[in-house]
């Protein structure tokens, strides 16, 4: 799926191509301190920012990094650097409605404030860098 998107303010806009529909949750500490709350996200195979002027980026670790709109705050993608993953918070997307969320990952690392409804795979935090480390 090809889909456009941008930041609050508009001042970050995009177009990401081959966009996953089917969507993790996040739980782990750092997405939760990032966006105050579960990470909803879609890996893209690609992603083109109109102007990169607006956008501020972050080394959250040794192997990813954060982007968000320095203008406005809104928090745009995670990037794996070695890979140059893309994986964009479903909330920029203009259109929400094709997401379906199909796992939660770092389960072992989420609040019991709240619960998501679904019958869907539920990933410790050791268990899904054993897959992503294939």
């Not at 690609?46 to 709109?69: L, N, P």
């Not at 990952?105 to 992503?132: N, Q, S, W």
């Amino acid at each position: 799926m090809k889909a456009t998107g941008r930041c609050l303010c508009g001042a970050v806009r995009f177009t990401a191509e081959d966009v996953e529909t089917d969507i993790h949750t996040c739980h782990c500490s750092m997405c939760r301190r990032w966006t105050g709350g579960p990470a909803f996200a879609a890996t893209v195979g690609q992603v083109t920012f109109d102007d990169e002027t607006h956008i501020t980026r972050y080394d959250s670790s040794a192997w990813a990094e954060r982007g968000f709109c320095n203008r406005c705050g809104t928090n745009l993608f995670y990037r794996l650097k070695e890979r140059n993953q893309y994986v964009l918070w479903m909330g920029t997307f203009d259109d929400t409605a094709p997401f379906n969320v199909v796992g939660e990952i770092f389960i072992d690392e989420k609040p019991a404030a709240y619960e998501l409804a679904g019958d869907h795979p539920r990933l410790t935090g050791a268990e899904f860098m054993a897959v992503l480390n294939g």
